[in-house]
């Protein structure tokens, strides 16, 4: 009897030896003349345990993981192959993790858009069908255009990029706009550390992100889409092209989309290197070939984006989440979240963690939860002391801060932004000092130059926190930097300048606070402010 | 102008050609040419300026501005180490200083036997498994001090047995 084992292809699992243990696998079965089938799926996003190696029986699927090359020949000789679920030389390999299904890390997430994440074969359309796949593409074509942006603006949808814009409005701006050519471009610049979101969408279900742009485009009246894909992704670069051709090949992109004589053609493009360039018009710019420098808004890209013309920008999350709102209806997405935070939200957690991943959790857990539930603790044993939400332009919190639910809302409350769900996690050893000098130097390395107080006041930044960091004249440079940040973030042009302060500020606070528990005789910044009856 | 640049001027060509129509070429021929030499040659910007109807200061202006294109022939080589938060939270600013030093070289910069070239990178997308490097197209994960090691004194090893 043939079986079926996946092994995913994704960049985690190749990072970890991955395309190695495929291949042992495979030479394993030839030499024991096991006949096996090789699915080289997505990975399920609990990359604590990649490569998790499954194994297909007819009670679900069970799991192996994290296997390593060498694991091999140990796994054949249990006669995993063939393990079934009362296979006792299986379920005694220390590797055996039981049915996948069952991972308590997989079984308490709300999965809409990650369903099919790790299950199917990313880029094999009948598999997409099989598991649901193009029913949203199906129902949006037999809506008006106006009623699919309905749909969207129903269930609560909002960016998923960081920004948390509602979609509805950003598409019907675009529908509204009389014009001959529109573009849906999807931002697949994910360059925020800690985030991997759209990467796993890409590797595991890119069909999916397709499916959100065609539906984009049936809604707006747009025919031509590009995805904006980050170089430091070269497996999802792979996939996704891969995925595209399928697509093309099976008329759901093309001039004639399903036999309808509709027309939506999309193409994979390349960045270069640039974390500006995730910011939208900074996309734009590249996209048409030129420097990433941020535009002067309005016009918004919605009425005068990609070369001028009308232009939805959505992030990767967005529009995969489109194909689920459109396939199961508004109302089932807007039931999941909380307040004006509709649906789920994929945390990544990251950074120092034992059981770092993705976690698809609806609105409103709290953070101290989330970590509590999932993480597990540090790789290096020690405590956490830090934990940086939302990017490198989000703010470093406290534990006191932990308890903060996890929605738009109550994180912008605290002075912190949800971002895109990215989750970094520091132990006591985190020298905040130097993260917040490394959040100005980043802003150094990545602004597009437009403008001066992002430009020139990342530098002079960091050269105050390394002043502060050396004890120079502390008290003044403290409230120096605080003077700079207020200027960084009402003078910016976009969020690089304009957030920068968010880490910078939040990790100096803690700083102080660290500074003042092991020095308590120390004045806080604000009495010795006081004293000096202000500078 | 000698038979090896003519002939390297035709390939630029070849590459240009093809895609030099396309809406916003400039980015997907940078990167095609980038593919191809490992870095772009100061002839094909002129080559490309003159294909899209563009200024070289134009082009070199595009080049500048990302980190990933490079003028300069790099070792053979390129070693990228993340520098983001969620690869410092697990120990990179310890993989950065031994890098160096094991190199004896700084960011941007290629060992004297021209093997490795190193630069920084922000972000691979590989967040809950750092320290990650990327050398080429490949990402590798959980790289501490000893891994870096191994993986690099490999690419040492394989240099050798191409010569």
Not at chain 1, 414 to 425: R, Y
Not at chain 1, 491 to 503: R, V
Request: aromatic share 6%; net charge negative.
């Amino acid at each position: 009897m043939t079986s079926t084992i996946y092994i995913p292809r994704d960049t985690t699992t190749l990072s970890l030896d991955g395309e190695q243990v495929a291949a042992n696998i495979s030479k394993n079965a030839a030499e024991s003349i096991q006949d096996i089938r090789l699915v080289r799926n997505g990975s399920r996003g609990v990359f604590w345990l990649e490569p998790l190696v499954e194994v297909a029986t007819d009670k679900g699927r069970i799991a192996f993981g994290p296997v390593k090359p060498e694991d091999i020949d140990s796994l054949f000789a249990a006669d995993f192959a063939n393990a079934c679920f009362d296979t006792l030389s299986a379920q005694q390999h220390p590797l055996y993790l039981g049915l996948t299904e069952e991972i308590p890390y997989l079984k308490k997430q709300q999965r809409l858009s990650f369903a099919r994440a790790g299950i199917i074969d990313p880029t094999d359309i009948d598999d997409y069908i099989a598991h649901d796949g193009f029913k949203g593409l199906a129902k949006a074509m037999q809506l008006s255009n106006q009623k699919i942006v309905d749909e969207i603006s129903a269930s609560g949808l909002r960016g998923r990029g960081g920004a948390a814009f509602p979609t509805g409005i950003k598409w019907q701006t675009v529908l509204n706009c009389p014009a001959q050519q529109k573009y849906i471009v999807c931002n697949a610049d994910e360059g925020d550390s800690g985030t991997f979101a759209d990467r796993l969408m890409m590797e595991a279900d890119p069909l999916m992100l397709i499916e959100g742009m065609i539906i984009a485009g049936l809604a707006v009246g747009a025919n031509q889409g590009y995805i904006y894909l980050r170089s430091e992704y070269p497996q999802a670069h792979i996939i996704l092209n891969e995925a595209l051709n399928n697509a093309y090949a099976r008329n759901f992109l093309g001039n004639n989309i399903c036999g309808s004589s509709k027309a939506f053609n999309l193409e994979v493009r390349l960045g270069a290197g640039a974390y500006i360039c995730g910011e939208e018009t900074s996309l734009l710019e590249s996209l048409e070939g030129k420097r990433g420098l941020v535009r002067s808004k309005p016009p918004l890209p919605a009425i005068e984006g990609l070369f001028g013309q009308p232009t939805v920008v959505n992030n990767v999350l967005s529009l995969a989440a489109v194909a689920h709102i459109l396939a199961d209806g508004a109302k089932v997405y807007a039931d999941f979240g909380v307040g004006r935070s509709k649906g789920t939200l994929p945390f990544q957690i990251a950074g120092n963690v034992n059981c770092g991943g993705l976690v698809e959790l609806a609105f409103g857990t709290t953070l101290k939860d989330l970590i509590d539930d999932f993480a597990q603790g540090t790789v290096t044993g020690r405590p956490m002391q830090s934990i940086q939400v939302g990017g490198p332009l989000g703010a470093y919190l406290t534990p006191d801060q932990w308890d903060t639910p996890l929605d738009y809302e109550a994180f912008s409350a605290i002075g912190a932004v949800l971002g895109h769900g990215g989750i970094v996690v520091f132990d006591d050893s985190v020298d905040l000092a130097q993260q917040a000098s490394f959040s100005m130097e980043f802003c150094v390395e990545e602004s597009c130059g437009k403008c001066t107080p992002c430009r020139i006041g990342s530098v002079r930044g960091s050269e105050v926190i390394e002043k502060i960091r050396r004890g120079d004249n502390v008290t003044d440079n403290l409230i120096l930097l605080d003077d700079l940040c207020e200027t960084m973030i009402d003078m910016s042009l976009c969020a690089m300048g304009g957030m920068t302060p968010i880490p910078v500020q939040s990790a100096m606070r803690a700083y102080r606070v660290q500074l003042n528990d092991q020095n308590l005789s120390t004045p806080t910044h604000a009495e010795q402010h006081q004293s000096k009856g202000g500078v | 102008m000698d038979a090896t640049s003519v002939r390297a001027n035709e390939k630029i060509l070849t590459i240009i050609t093809p895609l030099k129509d396309k809406p916003g070429a400039l980015l997907p021929i940078l990167h095609a040419v980038q593919d191809e030499f490992g870095y772009i040659p100061s002839a094909a910007i002129s080559l490309i300026a003159s294909a899209l109807q563009q200024t070289s200061a134009e082009i070199h202006g595009v080049i500048s501005f990302y980190r990933h294109f490079h003028t300069q022939k790099s070792g053979s080589y390129r070693v990228e180490i993340c520098r983001a938060e969620a690869c410092q939270s697990r120990g990179s600013r310890i993989l950065e200083s031994h890098a160096k030093q094991k190199l004896s070289i700084d960011y941007h910069q290629t060992t004297a036997d021209r093997n490795i070239t190193l630069d920084p990178v922000y972000c691979l997308g590989n967040c809950a498994c750092g320290p990650n490097i990327r050398i080429g197209n490949d990402i590798i994960g959980q790289v501490n001090v000893d891994k870096f090691d191994r993986v690099v004194d490999e690419l040492c090893t394989s240099k050798v047995q191409i010569q």
